[in-house]
């Protein structure tokens, strides 16, 4: 069994694309297939070199591997289609002469003008052959003019494609409803993808080919060039389409669409990888937190969604969330320093022991790990602003007498030594108050806010200092 992922270097690597580069990647792994990489970049005005190191990047980050690509080379290459056209040219010349392919001089004016005349008859538009007989006479009088021509293949008539998709089942098409003639060689020389993607899937030997639906229509073209080339044909599954809360095609103006925005924000690849791989398909078991190798065992392309995933935004984040709870503290310390850097905090300079326990106390509140700053904030900065309801608690009678007593405290009975332990032990025995009424204004007090971790936890993090700071801080403002 050999599968393939074949992204094209115009742009980032689409989530919708990584999502079939990780079902590829797991059902060659379920199978101990080989996994090719093409990298399909005849699109020459738009494709780039950075765009596909990027997208390469961006696959190794999810944690997928291949066995032949561009960058490690295969016995089936090479593997960039820009690097092929020599062999297409071999292919095309083998249409023309068997007649299954033949030179179109029909200019673009001509095409509009025959699309006006459909659209005028209320008819789809299908290429009418114009081209399909003409006399070496034709031929030299339109390139007398100029005209370059493209190639065209010439759709039998009345044929039935029948597609027997692994995961849409029995599809059927008929050669007058694929829109006529197609051009398979653009005017410059260049071929058209869905000519060249046949020819490499059977020159690399590709047994299934595992891609988004709206291949689907492309499928009986592809095929129909297959059999005039006597090249076998692959097994075909279609993945349905990753669609918007809206059900329309998933787009910027859903969120991040784009696997290395999702890197930058602070998703876990584990946790990408996870989910993608999940949208159009659950375990028995209704587990959602699964490893690679867990769903490779468990997946069947058989049991893939017909129709489309909805991408939830939401749910991705609750579960990079899980992940980031369940890695490794040193390994998640890690990860989270980039962000606390990019926030202004001199971790480099920070005890690492005292770093991992801040992380290990507020990791639980991180969906991202773009949210650790404000969640570290509360012990790395020296002063904090109390938000808008802890300002509103800190005005109250109770609230001023335990603010009193803590800048009383903070100066004269505690030391370093004594503060995180007796602190408000020693504010609830002079102030007779007990419960939320003591918790919540110190809280407020050290913090900034009503919310966080457990406080016996907190306040030996945040030091004697900075509490000494922070009380002295809320006592001048109360004044």
Partial sequence: MR??????????????NARTAIC??????????TLVLRVEDTDMERSTRESEISILNDLKWLGIEWNEGPDIGGDYGPYRQSDRFDIYREYTDRLLRSGNAYHCYCSPEDLDAMRADAAEQNRPFAYPG?????????????????RTPTVRFRVPDGETIVVNDLIKGRVVFGSENIGGDFIIVRSDGTPIYNYIVIIDDALMKITHVIRG??????????????????????????????????????????????????????????ALFN????????????????????????????????????????????????????????????????YLRDAGYPVDSMDRGWLERVIDLVRGNCEVLSDIAGHAAMFMNDIVEPDADAVAMLR???SKK??????????????????????????????SLKGKKLFMPVRAILTG???????????????????????????????
């Fill in 3 to 16: 599968v393939r992922f074949a992204p094209s270097p115009t742009g980032f690597l689409h989530i919708g």
């Fill in 24 to 33: 590829n990647f797991v059902i060659a792994k379920k199978f101990d297939a």
């Fill in 130 to 146: 114009k081209c399909r007989n003409l006399s070496d006479a034709d031929k030299k009088r339109f390139e007398a003019e100029g």
């Fill in 213 to 270: 639906e709206d291949h689907l229509p492309n499928t009986p073209k592809q095929v129909l060039i297959s059999r005039a080339l006597g090249l076998p044909e692959p097994e075909y599954a279609h993945l349905a389409l990753v669609l918007g809360p809206d059900r329309s095609k998933l787009s910027k103006r859903h969120g991040i669409t784009s696997v290395e925005m999702y890197r930058r924000e602070g998703y876990l690849p584990d």
């Fill in 275 to 338: 989910y993608l791989a999940m949208l159009g398909w659950a375990a028995e078991s209704g587990e959602e937190i699964l490893s690679p190798d867990r769903i490779a065992r468990e997946i069947q392309i058989g049991n893939l969604a017909k129709s489309a995933a909805i991408f939830d935004f939401q749910k991705l984040k609750w579960m990079n969330g899980m992940y980031i709870r369940s890695y490794p503290l040193s390994a998640i310390t890690d990860l989270f320093i980039p």
């Fill in 396 to 398: 109250d009678d109770d």
């Fill in 402 to 431: 335990i603010i009193d007593e803590a800048y009383r405290l903070i100066r004269s009975e505690l030391t370093a030594d004594n503060f995180a332990s007796e602190l408000v032990g020693k504010i609830k025995a002079s102030t």
């Fill in 449 to 479: 806010s009503q919310h966080g971790p457990e406080l016996d936890q907190a306040i030996p993090l945040i030091g004697f200092e900075r509490c000494k700071k922070r009380i002295e801080y809320i006592y001048e403002k109360s004044r």
